[in-house]
C-alpha cells in the first residue's frame, strides 16, 4: 500500500513524498481513509507509530487555508506540542496552512497573534482552557484531536478537556488517540465522539528474560551526561539509543560525535537509500552506535546488539518492549537501559506491571569508577599483547637517554591520558534518593489531585520537580559517598565488575 492510494490532497501528497514516507504504518493505513470519509475515531497505536501523520495528514488534507482556525490539536505536554507542531507544519506548508503552539509559561500575546494567522492550532489543555475561557480567542474548528489521550488524563487533565469542550462547535469531527484504553478513556469516548470507528493496533511482543532491564534516575538536564558516563562503562560493542524525537536524534549524533564515538543517526526522514547504507554499516561494525526513533527502528534486525538505551522513557509499554527487543537477540544477553527523570518514575511502575518484568535501579558510575575499570581492562591488555620488534627497537633507542622504569612509566601514562574519562564525577540520583522519591511518587499516583497539581505547576516542560530538587539531591549524594548506596538494598547490582 501506498500513500497515493489515499488519494490526499495533492499538495499534501507531496509533502509526504517529500518527508521520504514510502509506506504509511499501520495505524495510518487503518485511520486514514476512515478520517477522510468524515467519521469520528477512537484509535489505539503505541508511541512512534506515526499517529501524527494518522490524524494530519486526512484533516490537513479537506482544509480550506481560508484564514481561519480549522483544526484544533490537544496534547499533554509542550515538549509534544511543539514535536506535534513541527510534523504538522511540515506536512501543511505548501498547502498555506499554517500551525500556532499554545502551551503555558510563556506569554499571551505572541501565542493570540500566531493564532489569530493560524489553521491548526496544536495546545496543552491547561493554556488552551485559559485563553478561551478568557475570551481571548474565539475559536471554531471543524477538526478536532486528543493526541495521548490516556497521558492527559494520568496528568489529571479530564476537567479541562471536558471544558474545552464547551467552547467548541457541536458540528465537529472529533479524533481521539491514546495508548491505552482504561475506562476513564471509553467514558470521555462517549461523551465527547459521536459514533466513532475504532482502529486498534496492539501487536505484543513479549519480553525476552535474556535481556536485562535497568534504570537510572537523573535530572533532566543529565541526560547527556549520563548517556556519555555509562557507554564509557559498559563500553557495549553495538548499541541502539532511542529517541522520542527525530530533532533529539539530530542533536545527540552531533553530541556523541563531538566525544569521539562512532554513531549515525536513524530516523523517519531519512531516504529509503541513505538508510540502509547506514543500517548494513551498523550491521558491520563501521559504526558502534545507533540513535534512532521508534518508528524508524521498527522491525530494525541487528544482531550483536549488546545494549538498548532508551534516552527518554517511552510512553507506553508496547513501544518499550519493541525498542528493549533489539537486543537479546538469537538467544544472546542484552542489557536494556532507560534513563528517567525524578517524575517519570511512575512510569517505570506502569511498564513494570504491563510487561509483568522487574526494572532494577542502579546508581551511575562515578568518574573514578570508570577509571578503575578501564585500568583493569588495560593491564589484561597489556599482558595480553605480542612484543612486536618495532617495539624492541623503540624501546632501545629510548634507553640511549632513559632507564628502563622510567620507560615504562611514560608509556604507561600516554596511555592512560588516551583513556582518560571525561565529566562530572557524579551524575544521577543516589538508590536511597530514588527509593523515597518512588515512594512519593506511587503515594501521589493514589490521589489524583496532588499528581495533577505537581504535573500541572512545571507546565509540563519537564522542568523537574521541586522536592527532588533541593532535600533530595544533597541526601543522595552524601548517601554516596558515605558509601550508603551500597546497602541501598536489594536492588542494588552495584558491585557486578565489568559489565561489558
Ligand atoms: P506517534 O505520535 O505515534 O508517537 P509520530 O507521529 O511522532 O508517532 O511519528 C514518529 C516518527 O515517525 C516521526 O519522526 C515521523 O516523522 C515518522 N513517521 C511517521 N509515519 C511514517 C511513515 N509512514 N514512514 C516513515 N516515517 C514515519
Ligand atoms: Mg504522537
Redesign the pocket.
Known sequence: MK?SDFNLKDTIQDA?TE???????P??KDAIPLVLEGHDLIAQ??????????F?LPTMSMMKADGSVEGLVIVPTRELAM??SD?LY?FGQKSGLKTATVYGGTPYGKQIDRIKQASIVVATPGRLQDLLMSGKIKIKPNFVIL??ADEMLDMGFLDEIKNIFTFLPKERQTLM?SATMPNGIRKLAEQILNNPKTVSITKSEKTNTKITQLYYVVQEKERDDALVRLIDYKNPDKCIIFC???KEVDRLVAHMTAQGFKVSGL???MEQKQREVTIRAFKQGGIDIFIA????ARGLDVNDVTHVFNYHIP?DSE?YVHRIGRTGRGGKTGEAITLVSPNELRTIKRIEKDVGATLVTQVIPTRMEVQNNRSDALISKIADTKVTDKAIELVKTLQHDLDIVTIAHLLASMIQSENSVKGKDTIGLGLEEIALLMERAMQQRGNGGGGRNRRRGNGGSGGGNRGSRNGGSRHGRNGRSSGGRSNGGNRSSRNGGNNS
Do not use: I, L, Y
Not at 19 to 25: D, K, L, N, R, Y
Not at 45 to 54: D, L, P, R, S
Not at 293 to 296: N, R
Open positions: 500513500f509526504v518527508a521520504g514516507f514510502t509506506e504509511p504504518s495505524v495510518q497505536a503505541q508511541t512512534g507509530t506515526g499517529k501524527t501523520a494518522a494530519g514535536q506535534v510534523e511540515r493526541d495521548e488517540f522520542r524525537m527525530k530516523h523517519g526522514d526513533t521508534d518508528v524508524a510512553f513501544s
